[in-house]
């Protein structure tokens, strides 16, 4: 592991690609599980009032589509893959919820 002030060397230089790659994309999937939940929220509290949310929860799953597709798609190096496996279990489980 590189500390600070160290060379990277080729090993850590995809941990580092992984990480630049996969952070904006692990910040949508924490967007659409709030916009989700907020949506569930919503139904729980207002009941049969709830407003219509078809529209915004196919947005929702195209944007988790799109995610999904480019989170499969990154390089992973050896040392990112227990960190990969889980996130794409995460994405797995809110395909599952649906």
Not at 25 to 32: G, N, Y
Not at 54 to 57: I, Q, R, V, Y
Not at 90 to 98: C, L, Q, Y
């Given at each position: 592991m590189?500390?600070?002030?160290?060379?990277?060397?080729?090993e850590?230089?995809?941990t580092?690609?992984?990480?630049?790659?996969?952070s904006p994309?692990?910040?949508?999937?924490?967007?659409?599980l709030?916009?989700?939940?907020?949506?569930?929220?919503?139904?729980?509290?207002?009941?049969e009032r709830a407003p219509?949310l078809?529209?915004?929860?196919a947005?929702?799953?195209?944007?988790?589509s799109?995610?999904s597709?480019?989170?499969q798609?990154?390089?992973?190096?050896?040392?990112?893959?227990?960190?990969y496996?889980h996130?794409?279990e995460?994405?797995?489980?809110?395909?599952?919820?649906?």
């Open positions: 590189a500390v600070v002030g160290q060379e990277i060397g080729a850590d230089d995809a580092v690609q992984y990480i630049l790659g996969g994309l692990l910040t949508q999937l924490q967007q659409i709030r916009q989700t939940a907020g949506f569930a929220l919503l139904v729980m509290n207002q009941g219509v078809e529209a915004p929860l947005l929702a799953s195209q944007a988790l799109s995610t597709a480019e989170l798609a990154l390089r992973v190096p050896a040392r990112a893959g227990r960190h496996h996130a794409i995460a994405v797995t489980a809110i395909w599952a919820g649906e």
